[in-house]
């Protein structure tokens, strides 16, 4: 057996049980908005890239954008609206010396913003990739421009040194913690804080094996807290599991946390984190034999509620090309922090096969507890910092920082697995719907350029929209929201989007509004529209949970369109799906359509096929969408289709020509100079002799092969029969005559006869005043 596969089998055994009613793995959005539907505000500055780095400055009105060798002060409420910008460029030095290093110098040797937070004072701190020598400044925003103060402090450390590398950063209380790599080549990984104290991580594999870096966060453990604890600063990452039994690696998701307040130790650990632990963070999709690793997180907190509250929305993607299947899962602070608090830890014991292996460790625990923060029992025992801890409990935490017990998340399931575009990055708003109570909101961003907008009601996951943001496709790499403006940001390599975060207009009718149960919109009865709750003071219809319909109104009936086609001809009629979930159907004279060869049923319509006159009458499109409640029935388009034909003469009808609208004088015009351009043409060949003088008509004449020919044509164009309509291939009828009408201008196809008019009461065709030449080259 495949030792991947047999450690997958133990990863995962015990969840199987509790994952037999788990989400489905096709989870369809109700709608899919196209990229020309958006209603997005975009920013993008020809030849610069990058645009990965955002800070929301609500206080100034701006937001901040970051990208290569630029950033940007964008107005709030319009990004498209720049207020300054400023460059920071590398110089032809350093772009030398790092081809040089054997870096690209069109795209590894620029510098890329990286950095980018608020300081205490107003200013930013933001820092670049700076030609693989990375490098940090202040940058300050006054009347109305960007100012960088290049002071040029080192970025190692700060920094990642690969602008293709992943890295997380965050400012708490004026200090920088940066999880990074140290060196030009990446092998150091690095979980820093700059200052007041440099306090950073071990260059041991036991600490971080080749990790990949998510996000930060900081918690505020030590308000209020009883235990006189300190606040703590999280980590997300991915690294190669060193408990792993087997012989290739496995990449394993983690979650580690230090205290705010580490010095560092006095004898071990100098300068290095006592205070480091990491736990495994498991995200369980049944499908998978392999576990799913983090991509992004989004911390949410209540202001009102315990900091053990908070939750951790996180996305998870396969590491394996075999599934298509992304994730979304939650965990509490709680949980986290009891594992690190009460949990077990892993210790490396030596086996005679010549590898560590890594067990539980059931030994007696040192006090004060490794890995702890220095709270109200350390203090009544002496220990008032890190500094004082003493060794025994040092070393303990340098050989063993990984706990034993993986961390599950909220309902040990997760609250999407979706199949399809792959997750990048999700960004969670709580807004309180009409029933009073308050959902969590998710945007996530995918590599295809979409934006998904889901909620999860009472274990249900709806995905209520998704949302093309770029054209062409290109992976989202940041998403950022505010509560001042109500918009989502979004940064790609080629641009930024800006989309509110209710998009209500987009529903039409109260049925539609209420299906989409969406929190943020509602239908309005007295104004008619569906519209977002912060902006109404009148009751809504809305039933975010249920999708209730029935307490609609009863819709204004649909007016019927006329349609009007040749018989042999084509026509499509449309009919766009209201979502992606409703199911439509035909019906034709009130009764249900049946498909055929000739009646092809379309994605987004019905097509007729060499229509007779059995194929006229009444068309109806019907649509019918379930939710939890009912099924509801709408009618999205109806058709009075009529097939053209001919009189009781014989004479092919043509479509009246337009008798009055601005365009008569025009068309009196053109008659007259065509009538004009007749008598020219036939006093020419009256003159050489093409036509014969009316006097010489009795008379008998010798006729060459040519009149003979000539006659014949003029025989067979007085008594010929009238011709039948024409078929789809063929060249249109009115190919010999022009009226003047822009309305009769017949091409082939759906157009033509769906432009024709009411062809009763059009004027006949007098085909024998019709006259021809053989030689073109005399007209």
Not at 118 to 123: A, K, W
């Amino acid at each position: 057996m495949h030792p991947l596969l047999s450690l997958s089998v133990f990863w995962l055994l015990p969840l199987a049980l509790t994952l037999e009613e788990d989400s489905p793995l096709d989870c369809v959005p109700r709608k899919s908005v196209p990229y020309h539907r958006v209603n997005a505000r975009l920013f993008h500055e020809e030849g610069v890239f990058n645009y990965s780095t955002m800070l929301l400055r609500e206080d100034l009105n701006l937001l901040v954008l970051g990208a290569r060798e630029a950033l940007y002060a964008l107005d709030l409420n319009d990004i498209s609206k720049k207020h300054a910008s400023v460059k920071w460029e590398v110089t032809e030095e350093q772009k030398t010396e790092c081809k040089n290093k054997g870096k690209d110098p069109e795209t590894e040797c620029k510098n890329y913003i990286r950095i980018l937070h608020t300081m205490e004072d107003n200013r930013m701190y933001v820092c670049g990739t700076n030609a693989f020598d990375p490098e940090c400044d202040y940058m300050s925003y006054a009347d109305g421009k960007l100012i960088l103060e290049k002071k040029g402090e080192d970025g190692k450390g700060k920094c990642p040194f690969d602008p293709f590398q992943r890295y997380a950063s965050i400012m708490v209380d004026n200090n920088l913690y940066s999880a990074t790599s140290m060196n030009f080549l990446g092998s150091e990984p690095i979980l820093m804080r700059s200052s007041p104290v440099s306090i950073r991580t071990e260059f041991k594999s036991s600490w971080l094996n080749e990790p990949n870096f998510v996000s930060m966060a900081q918690m505020p453990e030590g308000e209020n807290s009883e235990q006189g604890d300190d606040d703590k600063v999280y980590l997300f990452f991915t690294e190669t599991a060193v408990e792993c039994d087997c012989y290739n690696k496995l990449v394993v998701s983690r979650v580690a946390r230090v205290c705010k307040g580490d010095l560092g130790g006095k004898r071990t650990l100098q300068r290095k984190w006592t205070s480091f632990l990491k736990a495994r963070l498991d995200c369980p999709v049944l499908e998978s034999q392999l576990p799913y690793i983090i991509q992004d997180t989004y911390r949410w907190c209540d202001p009102q509620q315990h900091w053990k509250n908070c939750l951790f929305f996180a996305i998870f993607t396969p590491q394996s090309d075999t599934s298509d299947l992304s994730a979304v899962c939650v965990y509490q602070v709680s949980d986290i922090s009891r594992v690190f608090a009460e949990g077990k830890y892993k210790t490396p014991v030596p086996v005679e096969t010549s590898f560590v292996k890594w067990v539980m460790y059931s030994g007696d625990v040192p006090v004060p507890r490794p890995g702890a923060c220095i709270n109200n029992e350390a203090r009544q025992a002496g220990i008032n910092q890190s500094l004082d801890l003493p060794d025994r409990t040092l070393q303990f935490i340098k050989d063993k920082p990984l706990m034993d017990q993986a961390i599950q998340p909220v309902g040990e399931k997760p609250l999407l697995v979706r199949r399809g575009a792959t997750f990048t990055r999700i960004v969670v708003n709580r807004v309180q719907a009409a029933d009073g109570e308050k959902y969590h909101v998710m945007f996530i961003g995918t590599d295809e350029g979409t934006m998904l907008k889901a909620v999860n009601y009472d274990g249900e996951m709806f995905i209520i929209e998704e949302i093309q943001l770029f054209q062409p496709p290109e992976p989202i790499k940041i998403l950022k929201f505010s509560n001042v403006t109500e918009h989502l940001y979004a940064g790609s390599e080629n641009g930024a989007a800006q989309i509110p975060l209710a998009s209500c207009e987009r529903s039409l009718s109260c049925m539609d509004c209420v299906l989409a149960r969406d929190p943020y919109c509602g239908w309005d009865k007295v104004v008619g529209k569906c519209v977002a709750l912060s902006n109404s003071k009148s009751e809504l219809i809305q039933s975010v949970k249920d999708g209730d319909a029935s307490l609609c109104p009863n819709a204004d009936p649909i007016k019927p369109m006329n349609r009007s086609i040749w018989p042999g001809g084509n026509l499509k009629l449309s009919c766009p799906s209201p979502s992606n979930v409703a199911k439509t159907s035909w019906e034709r004279n009130s009764r249900p359509l049946t498909p055929s060869a000739r009646l092809q049923l379309l994605q987004d319509g019905l097509l007729i096929l060499n229509a007779s006159d059995s194929d006229g009458g009444q068309y109806r499109c019907v649509s019918v969408e379930r939710s939890k409640t009912d099924e509801y029935t709408a009618t999205v388009a109806e058709y009075q289709v009529r097939i053209e034909g001919s009189d009781r003469g014989g004479h092919i009808l043509f479509p009246q020509a337009q008798r009055d609208g601005p365009s008569v004088a025009g068309l009196q015009a053109v008659v007259g100079l065509l009538v004009v351009s007749l008598l020219v043409l036939l006093a020419w060949n009256f003159y050489k002799g093409h036509l014969p003088v009316p006097w010489n008509c009795g008379k008998k004449s010798e006729q060459t092969p040519e009149s003979h020919e000539e006659g014949a044509v003029h025989s067979s164009v007085s008594h010929q029969e009238p011709p039948r309509p024409a078929l789809t291939e063929d060249k249109p009828l009115m190919s010999g005559r022009d009226n003047g009408s822009s309305n009769n201008n017949h091409t082939r196809g759906e157009a033509a006869f769906s432009a024709a008019g009411d062809v009763n009461d059009a004027p006949e065709v007098n085909l024998t005043s019709l006259q021809y030449i053989d030689d073109e080259s005399e007209i």
